[in-house]
T-cell receptor, first 112, second 112 residues
Framework: DAGVTQSPTHLIKTRGQHVTLRCSPI?????VSWYQQVLGQGPQFIFQ???????GRGNFPDRFSARQFPNYSSELNVNALLLGDSALYLC???????????FGPGTRLTVL | EDKVVQSPLSLVVHEGDTVTLNCSYE??????LLWYKQEKKAPTFLFML????IEKKSGRLSSILDKKELFSILNITATQTGDSAVYLC????????????FGKGTLLTVNP
């Protein structure tokens, strides 16, 4: 069975631009979460979506937004990119009723 | 404030050594504690612990939780170079089943 997939693998943007990252969950998983991981730190929670509704949001500015589609895939959008947004963006999927989240390979975003 | 603290932050050992990684936590409405291994990008799920004193084991890896003292340990016996990775500990925030809060991780390097 395919695991969590993310695209693109790498992305280079300049300050002020916007970016869209995509995630497909494991088949049967209806919950998708997004995390940001900067070098030397553990992943930090950004959003969680379940059944196409936002169920939780971390301490991130409104420049960050996300949505989930009827097939449970998800997009993370970041507007007005800052240098500090450079990070590995991880998507995780899970069954709603369990705590275990399974992570995708991530998208490495570099903002110049 | 909910927090997860891992120690040591880095560790260098020789093949065949046994290592113990530590994770202490302070969260409200504790549900579970999860261990992940991160080699290049995607954190890979290792264990989920919910009850004190019960050891979870998978091959050379094992983990145990102490809910009274609020910590968990991850043991790796007979280490191999393939065990080199960052080991992450995570706890769902505030009774949720999705907002994982991660420690900074322990970087384990196993030399031949």
């Amino acid at each position: 069975d395919a695991g969590v997939t993310q695209s693109p693998t790498h992305l280079i943007k300049t300050r002020g631009q916007h970016v869209t990252l995509r995630c497909s969950p494991i088949s049967g998983h209806k919950s998708v979460s997004w995390y940001q991981q900067v070098l030397g730190q553990g992943p930090q929670f950004i959003f969680q979506y379940y059944e196409k509704e936002e169920r939780g949001r971390g301490n991130f500015p409104d420049r960050f937004s996300a949505r989930q589609f009827p097939n449970y895939s998800s997009e993370l959008n970041v507007n007005a990119l800052l240098l500090g947004d450079s990070a590995l963006y991880l998507c995780a999927s899970s069954l709603w009723e369990t705590d275990t989240q399974y992570f995708g390979p991530g998208t490495r975003l570099t903002v110049l | 404030e909910d927090k997860v603290v891992q120690s040591p932050l880095s560790l260098v050992v020789h093949e065949g050594d046994t290592v113990t990684l530590n994770c202490s936590y302070e969260v409200t409405n504790f549900r579970s504690l999860l261990w992940y291994k991160q080699e290049k990008k995607a954190p890979t799920f290792l264990f989920m612990l919910t009850s004190s004193g019960i050891e979870k084991k998978s091959g050379r890896l094992s983990s145990i939780l102490d809910k009274k003292e609020l910590f968990s340990i991850l043991n790796i016996t007979a280490t191999q170079t393939g065990d080199s990775a960052v080991y992450l500990c995570a706890v769902p925030l505030g009774g949720s089943n999705y907002k994982l809060t991660f420690g900074k991780g322990t970087l384990l390097t196993v030399n031949p």
